[in-house]
């Protein structure tokens, strides 16, 4: 039983740090993009590309093995509504996810480029920047679900 709620806990903070990196990267992306500083937006988007390697990545690992781990512990069936709802939310989630490293990186080589000629951000910047924000909306959303499903199995 002590085995059980480790893994379980471990399992709840891989989604809070999920959660919670998502977050953080979206408020300083958002307030490095308001700035309109492409040095600040490069250095944004730097540090966002890292805690999404180290943070996110690590937990998007994890979460299968501690979750297939907890159904095996627990005898639960793969076909209960809540988990496969949120097994389908979890690659909806992956699916949008992964498009938003390759812009935060796109976003980030912009900036740089931008400070070293001494230029503006081009219009590429912005237009990913968009899509950023409307691959997050749905991204964070499933996320915010599968953590209700997580704790509610209300089916």
Do not use: N
């Amino acid at each position: 039983m002590v085995l059980f709620h480790v893994i379980q806990y471990v399992h709840a903070l891989g989604a809070i740090v999920i959660l919670g990196t998502g977050i953080g990267i979206a408020f300083f992306m958002l307030m490095a993009h308001r700035s309109a500083d492409p040095a600040f937006i490069a250095k944004t988007a730097e540090v966002a590309v890292i805690a999404d390697f180290l943070f996110t990545l690590s937990a998007v690992l994890l979460q299968p093995v501690t979750g297939g781990l907890l159904m095996w512990l627990s005898s639960t069936s793969i076909t209960e509504g809540w988990l496969m709802t949120a097994l389908g939310l979890y690659l909806i989630a992956g699916l949008f996810w992964v498009p938003v490293i390759f812009m935060q990186i796109e976003m980030r080589d912009l900036a740089r480029t931008a400070v070293v000629k001494g230029a503006p951000l081009p219009p590429r910047y912005f237009t990913l920047f968009r899509r950023w924000v409307l691959c997050g909306i749905p991204g964070f959303g499933a996320v915010m679900i599968i953590l209700w499903l997580m704790f509610v199995k209300p089916f």
